[in-house]
């Protein structure tokens, strides 16, 4: 070979040891990418909504008791505002929670627990409307015996069902998270073992040339 040509192939080489530790880098990058993408676009989103879910359905509780153990009737509308704007907060969130259910890669799993929380979103409103029919109508005995039988534990019931929507979510973040650090450890692993073998091809081409030319001449 021509001094040129052994020049090339040794220059060659080396950006062939650097593409590879490159494309080595942007694989492992992905990975990681990927993995912190789905927190934030997904689960993230799903369990924050959920969230929202909670806390409506625990102060809609609450409310619900006050109506039927308020003193006045303007202290019974405040609260049946309140129920009715607690609503409306829970609706807000489960028109883009819905659109992310659809759309996720754990739709299987996803699609019953969602499923029970409407089901029971659906007995415990009308419950709720129901007792507040019966406060207004000057039936209160009634109405506490339909809030301690049936809403109760219809509330309880409801939260749970949101409760294990949020766990659910919480365990798929945690095994991105996995997923991530391990990615990023293997990483660091590949790009010390490649830098390593990049310095050693290195040393040994600059020493085969030098050689090689040298000899030539």
Known sequence: MTTGKRLYLGFGLILAVLTAVSLMATVKVQAINVALEANSSEHAAVQRYAINFRG?????????????????SAERAREVATIEELARFYAK????LEALLQKSADAAELGPLYRAIQDIEARTVATTKAIIAKVEAGDTSNAQNQLW????????????????????????????NAV???????????????????LVCGVALAWTLARSVLQQL
């Open 180 to 198: 991530a650090i391990g990615h990023a450890r293997g990483f660091l692993a590949v790009m010390l073992i490649a830098l390593a073998a990049a």
């Open 149 to 176: 039988n049936e809403a109760k534990p219809q509330y309880v019931a409801w939260l749970a069902a949101i409760n294990r929507l949020i766990d659910f979510e919480e365990s798929r973040i945690q095994a991105m």
């Open 56 to 72: 409506s359905a625990h102060d809609r509780a609450i409310a619900t008791r006050d109506v039927v153990f308020s003193a006045s």
């Open 93 to 96: 969130s489960a028109g883009p």
